[in-house]
């Protein structure tokens, strides 16, 4: 495609909140600079935020610190 960006990696990461710490989550989450994009959602996951970062290595750093946000219960990401 001629917009794609094969330089720059993408992923979902689809996140669970503890009780009632949506809010506290979603302002770490909007905070994060690999963070492009934030929607909240229904069902299992709580917030579906899209991730970009120009290496795996960059993708990992940013996963880990996501990881690292008080109230996030569980993840799961899906690079695209």
């Given at each position: 495609?001629?917009?794609?960006?094969?330089?720059?990696?993408?992923?979902?990461?689809?996140?669970?909140?503890?009780?009632?710490?949506?809010?506290?989550?979603?302002?770490r989450l909007i905070g994060e600079p690999g963070v492009a994009a934030?929607?909240?959602?229904?069902?299992?996951?709580?917030?579906?935020?899209?991730?970009?970062?120009?290496?795996?290595?960059?993708?990992?750093?940013?996963?880990?610190?996501?990881?690292?946000?008080?109230?996030?219960?569980?993840?799961?990401?899906?690079?695209?």
């Amino acid at each position: 495609r001629p917009d794609a960006e094969p330089q720059q990696i993408r992923a979902w990461m689809s996140v669970e909140v503890e009780g009632n710490q949506l809010r506290d989550v979603a302002a770490r989450l909007i905070g994060e600079p690999g963070v492009a994009a934030l929607h909240d959602t229904n069902g299992r996951w709580d917030l579906l935020a899209e991730i970009r970062a120009d290496s795996m290595a960059q993708l990992s750093q940013v996963l880990g610190r996501i990881r690292l946000i008080k109230g996030i219960r569980g993840s799961e990401t899906s690079i695209h």
